[in-house]
């Protein structure tokens, strides 16, 4: 939507998988396979915006510290900006499944030494660069499902993609069967519906000097 709204910008998607679509996308756009945590095949200062979202599961807290936020940083020009959006790794929750499921993903943050604050300590990150003369951080509690409008929704599919993606870890921590996990994935997205089940959300952005 972005491409055709500003078709004089180039817009460049990153990921560490071939997701991509293929046909169909319009001449302002273009679709990379690497990875962050290598150094990215740009120069310094190529991009005027960087946006990066739903990448707290990804990285430890060393990554986002030496790798991520630096290279960021190396790409942004000067006078640019950089968001991202995070949230905590934990659901608020009256639900039971949400409660369980909230628990097994801290547990497996923690032990891989991922931050399960990421999106509070982005700002802090980008602080320590000194690359950056505005640094913004605001907080919302995203309420799961469609009581939460499209974002409620949005997050939702987020965290039942990303429990999913922890399928050949979380049944052995949990002790229960791989056909159970998945059912309580499932009935989380039913859950959610019925109870109040809310999420904290971090958008943080930085104008760089």
């Known amino acids: 939507d972005m ?3 500003y078709p004089n910008s180039m817009f460049v998607g990153i990921d560490i998988s071939p997701i ?7 001449l302002n756009v ?3 396979e690497n990875n962050v945590l290598d150094v990215l095949p740009y120069e310094d200062a190529s991009f005027d915006f960087i946006h990066q979202k739903f990448m707290v599961c990804a990285y430890t807290g060393a990554q986002w510290e030496e790798k991520v936020i630096p290279e960021i940083t190396r790409l942004t020009r000067p006078d640019g900006w950089v968001e991202l959006v995070e949230s905590d790794s934990y659901y608020t929750s009256d639900g039971n499944v949400a409660n369980r499921l909230s628990k097994a993903l801290q547990d497996f943050m923690t032990l891989k030494g991922m931050d399960c604050d990421i999106g509070k300590e982005i700002p802090r990150i980008l602080g320590n660069t000194n690359a950056f003369s505005e640094i913004k951080n605001k907080k ?7 009581k939460g409008g499209k974002s409620g929704e949005e997050t939702l599919r987020f965290c039942t993609a990303a429990l999913r993606s922890f399928r050949s870890f979380f049944p052995a921590n949990m002790n229960i069967m791989p056909e159970h996990y998945d059912a ?3 009935t989380l997205s039913i859950e959610a519906e019925k ?3 809310f999420i904290n959300q971090y958008r943080i952005c930085g104008h760089k000097m």
């Open 184 to 186: 309580l994935v499932e």
């Open 30 to 32: 273009a679709f990379v």
């Open 195 to 197: 109870t109040t089940t």
């Open 3 to 5: 491409a055709k709204q």
């Open 140 to 146: 919302q509690a995203v309420v799961l499902g469609k």
């Open 20 to 26: 991509f679509p293929t046909e169909g996308l319009p």
